[in-house]
T-cell receptor, first 110, second 116 residues
Framework: DAKTTQPNSMESNEEEPVHLPCNHS???????IHWYRQLPSQGPEYVIH???SNVNNRMASLAIAEDRKSSTLILHRATLRDAAVYYC???????????FGKGTKLSVKP | GAGVSQSPRYKVAKRGQDVALRCDPI?????LFWYQQALGQGPEFLTY????????KSGLPSDRFFAERPEGSVSTLKIQRTQQEDSAVYLC??????????????FGDGTRLSIL
């Protein structure tokens, strides 16, 4: 199963942009790149996903490298409520189950 | 609208007892997943249902773990003769259908199971 590598933790200031990196050098041609986040004491929450092209939604943007071996989740203006563990995941299971790593713990300072 | 609902939110059991954890997926969602999350770790896949059919149970850690979804909606994860290592948060997720890869999964807030 394809794996991802993320920094263990990152810090950001409130109202500043945040760029969360993810490396996935063994990605296959059909793997989607998913991002989920998990706030304390809650289940994971879908953020965004993409295949080849950059994607935007109301929560974030996803920038995918041309060779697809890395991607970046962009939060345009971090808020205190964005403090969470962010998981970068590739479609790894034959049935579509998600294979989580340890993610990046994002701290947001006021 | 209503999201994925899990109950109970917290469960404390003595070692050796049986427990049952319930998941109410989003109405109309065909696919249902169970995950186990140990403290400080990411969730790990346990089992997958498509409607009432359990298509993948490769992640279940032992034969003490059993899951069912008899009518293709509500699912129950049962753990028999609980052990301390079963202490974790059990997460349920549902999605519309996974015939096309990339469908997002919607998670409940989990059941925190503590085995004494």
């Amino acid at each position: 199963d394809a794996k991802t590598t993320q920094p263990n933790s990152m810090e950001s200031n409130e109202e500043e942009p945040v760029h969360l990196p993810c490396n996935h050098s063994t990605i296959s041609g059909t793997d989607y790149i998913h991002w989920y986040r998990q706030l304390p004491s809650q289940g994971p929450e879908y953020v965004i996903h993409g295949l080849t092209s950059n994607v935007n939604n109301r929560m974030a943007s996803l920038a995918i490298a041309e060779d697809r071996k890395s991607s970046t989740l962009i939060l345009h203006r971090a808020t205190l409520r964005d403090a969470a563990v962010y998981y970068c995941i590739l479609d790894g299971g034959s049935q579509g189950n998600l294979i989580f790593g340890k993610g990046t713990k994002l701290s947001v300072k006021p | 609208g209503a999201g994925v609902s899990q109950s109970p939110r917290y469960k404390v059991a003595k070692r050796g007892q049986d427990v049952a954890l319930r998941c109410d997926p989003i109405s109309g969602h065909v696919s249902l997943f169970w995950y186990q999350q140990a403290l400080g770790q990411g969730p790990e896949f346990l089992t997958y249902f498509q409607n009432e059919a359990q298509l993948d149970k490769s992640g279940l850690p032992s034969d003490r773990f059993f899951a069912e979804r008899p009518e293709g909606s509500v699912s129950t994860l049962k753990i028999q003769r609980t052990q301390q290592e079963d202490s974790a948060v059990y997460l349920c997720a549902s999605s519309v259908f996974l015939q096309e890869l990339g469908q997002p999964q919607h998670f409940g807030d989990g059941t925190r199971l503590s085995i004494l």
